[in-house]
């Protein structure tokens, strides 16, 4: 029996704070076709494929005891496992990336992984209740941010250098974009993980649909951001929204954006992997802290490892190993335990 | 638990503490040690050494400024600057800085690479506009025994930033320059700076290039015809002659424009260019005719027509069709174009909207 439970109105939160970071902040270290019309439609795309496999997970929650199945299926939960690792350790390491290549330059990465590792452990062992108070104390202030970042690029912009391509695109490329960018999001996993903690379970889909369109209209308002700003130099950006923030200059006074971008960044970070670590937590199900610390420890030094060595995590990040968890999870997963718990039932009957 | 907590804390108001460059884990700077920079000035001598120039703000009592040079050489413009830090024993800090000075030499042979360094360090902006000067950048920039030359940088940047609200000149940004590398929109323009005998800093028009290198330079009238292309013309103020009198000027002030290029292709390459403007302008300078007689009116507009066709096929005659510069971007509709025999055809429909706060002129 769980006791910390959390509202439908949080969970949206929680996944909203994962878009947030996932495809605004740490953007430009996904190889996105940005560059050409193929965006738009991959967005769209995008946002339709993670409805229909988020499908399953809500049919299957409208009759509760199936989603303990899930929770009590071993094979998905070390795949589960080895997923959040994953994730965990791409998302720390793009933190410490970009906070060594932009705000801190001169810091010691040593100086900025500790402390969010060990404030995000801790927020995690108080509980999923605790990170979601947290998130939705802090979505009003991210959501501002995000629309200052936006509208002030948009007002700022020079539409006369816009490139002729901005809206050719193709299909096929368009869906493999969509495909790509979706294996780069965790929000399928984090929505059945967090599934049974949900206080109210009525018309969850629905609600998911509606944040499934406001999603999508914030990804199509950053990459718009992004086009007017630099047009096809974005794929010589490293970081494209902190260099929309810098690059915000509205009259003589109204520039440098970047603490507004910095605060944003530690917040939704910290959130996101306090939230990996309390997920990876419950996939481990294990009642003793010490095991999880312990485990947390590896964690933080493979962090350290692959931030010291880029190229290696460029090439760990972008390999067909975590591609392939990441499609098994979004894709196969909902639908194999469809099969799994209609299975059951025939064998019951 | 607790207690760990207080150690940890005690911990980061040690390690935390404000400036000091020994620190093993905040390597920041003193304030002192500091050089804050207001423009930079780069050129390369022939040896293919880099010499970098910078304006350095030095704050005085009562809220005044000097400026001082600081410069050094180096093999890159990272090397020069590390240079810099190690001459005069200051960090320069480059994200207040104001303008990026080229020299001549440097834009003639290339300015793609020279304006890496700006795009990576994390100190330096993109919005930084960007100027080319006649000459070298030690003359133009760092003339130490002339007082007015100390300020050079900053003024050309005064120059470009007023001027840009009257439309006198185009400014280009590093982040500009980097989207038509990116994009092959068009050639580049870049305003071009002179130091007169009285040595005050001076627009005198603009470096023209074709690809990333400078090939011409061109009056600042003579650009004109280019900005009525990229609608960048709106607060511009254009003299035409009085269609009754060919002694009398008339002063008029562009309110706003729009162009659209229209290409036409055939069999795959750009034969002809169909370029439609509409624009809107005001008198603000009328010494002999009643702004408000339509008769008047429409021969005014017409001549007006007639000044921006003859401004626009001048560019094109010399810069696109003489030197093969695709300075009107037209490139981005077949990027084989022979631009040497492209066809233009101009279409401009002018209206004079009003005559500012006089209705009549004064006899």
């Avoid at chain 1, 705000?103 to 402390?115: E, G, N, T, Y």
């Avoid at chain 1, 469809?338 to 019951?348: A, C, F, L, S």
């Avoid at chain 2, 309110?255 to 005001?282: M, Q, R, W």
Wanted: net charge positive; proline share 2%.
């Amino acid at each position: 029996m769980i006791n910390n439970k959390i509202s439908s109105i949080q969970l949206f939160i929680i996944l909203f704070i994962c878009r947030i970071i996932s495809f605004a902040i740490n953007m430009p270290q996904n190889k996105y076709p940005i560059y050409s019309g193929n965006i738009w439609l991959s967005v769209v795309i995008k946002s339709i494929l993670s409805f229909i496999v988020i499908m399953p997970y809500v049919i299957i929650f409208s009759k509760q005891k199936y989603i303990d199945n899930i929770q009590k299926n071993n094979a998905l939960n070390f795949i589960l496992f080895i997923y959040l690792m994953l994730k965990l350790i791409i998302t720390s390491v793009q933190f410490s990336n970009l906070a060594g290549d932009t705000v801190l330059p001169r810091m010691s990465i040593l100086f900025i992984i500790i402390p969010i590792c060990i404030f995000t452990l801790y927020a995690s062992i108080k509980g999923i209740e605790t990170i979601a108070r947290m998130a939705q104390f802090l979505i009003p202030f991210m959501i501002f941010g995000v629309l200052i970042i936006i509208i002030l690029s948009y007002i700022n912009a020079d539409y006369s250098t816009l490139p002729d391509d901005a809206m050719k695109f193709t299909f096929k490329e368009s869906f493999f974009g969509a495909c790509y960018m979706l294996s780069n999001n965790y929000e399928a996993a984090v929505f059945l993980l967090l599934l049974p903690y949900l206080k109210d379970n009525k018309k969850i889909g629905i609600k998911y649909l509606k944040f499934n369109i406001v999603s999508c209209i914030f990804d199509i308002s950053v990459i718009g951001a992004m086009f007017v700003t630099f047009g096809k130099y974005i794929v010589n950006v490293s970081y494209p929204f902190f260099s929309i923030a810098r690059n915000i200059k509205i009259t003589k006074f109204f520039e440098r954006l970047e603490s507004i971008y910095l605060a944003l960044w530690i917040l939704g970070t910290f959130v996101v992997i306090a939230l990996m670590y309390y997920l990876l937590k419950n996939t481990l199900k294990v009642k003793s802290n010490k095991i999880y610390i312990f485990l947390s420890g590896v964690l933080i030094a493979l962090t350290l490892y692959f931030t010291f060595s880029k190229s290696i995590f460029a090439a760990f990040s972008q390999s067909l190993f975590v591609f392939s968890i990441s499609i098994i999870i979004i894709f196969a997963a909902p639908f194999l335990s469809m099969i799994q718990i209609h299975e059951r039932r025939n064998n019951k009957k | 638990m607790k207690k760990t907590l207080c150690i940890l804390v005690s911990m980061f108001c040690i390690t935390m503490q404000g400036c000091s460059h020994n620190n093993i884990l905040l390597q920041s700077y003193d304030i002192k040690k500091m050089a804050v920079i207001s423009g930079i000035g780069i050129e390369q001598t022939q040896s293919g050494m880099y010499n970098v120039y910078m304006q350095v703000y030095v704050p005085k009592e009562q809220d005044n400024m000097d400026i001082n040079i600081m410069y050094a050489s180096g093999r890159s413009i990272a090397e020069a600057v590390k240079n810099i830090s190690l001459k005069y024993n200051k960090q320069p800090y480059l994200s207040h800085n104001k303008i990026l000075i080229l020299s001549e030499d440097i834009a003639k042979m290339g300015i793609k690479r020279h304006l890496d360094y700006i795009g990576r360090d994390i100190e330096m902006r993109e919005s930084v506009p960007v100027a080319v000067c006649k000459g070298n950048v030690k003359n133009f920039i760092a003339a130490e025994n002339e007082e007015t030359a100390k300020y050079s940088g900053k003024k050309a940047n005064d120059i470009i930033d007023v001027s840009n609200f009257n439309s006198g000149v185009y400014s280009v940004s590093v982040l500009d320059i980097y989207k038509n590398f990116s994009d092959d929109s068009a050639d580049l323009i870049l305003p071009y700076l002179i130091r007169e005998k009285n040595d005050e800093v001076e627009i005198e028009g603009y470096a023209v290039f074709r690809g990333e290198k400078m090939i011409d330079s061109a009056s600042l009238n003579e650009m004109q015809g280019v900005f009525w292309i990229k609608n960048k013309i709106a607060g511009n103020v254009e003299v035409i002659g009085n269609p009754n009198n060919i002694n009398e000027n008339i002063s008029v002030k562009i309110k706003n424009s729009h162009c659209t290029a229209v290409p036409e292709i055939i069999n795959g390459s750009l034969k002809k260019v169909d370029i439609n403007i509409k624009t809107e302008f005001n008198v603000v300078e009328s010494g002999c005719i009643d702004p408000l007689d339509n008769n008047q009116v429409r021969q005014i507009e017409e001549k007006f027509n007639k000044k921006i066709k003859k401004r626009i096929l001048f560019v094109a005659d010399k810069y696109m069709k003489n030197k093969d510069t695709d300075i009107f971007g037209f490139k981005k509709f077949d990027k084989n174009a022979d631009l040497k025999n492209l066809k233009l055809n101009i279409n401009i429909r002018s209206n004079l909207s009003g005559s500012g706060l006089l209705k009549n002129n004064v006899e």
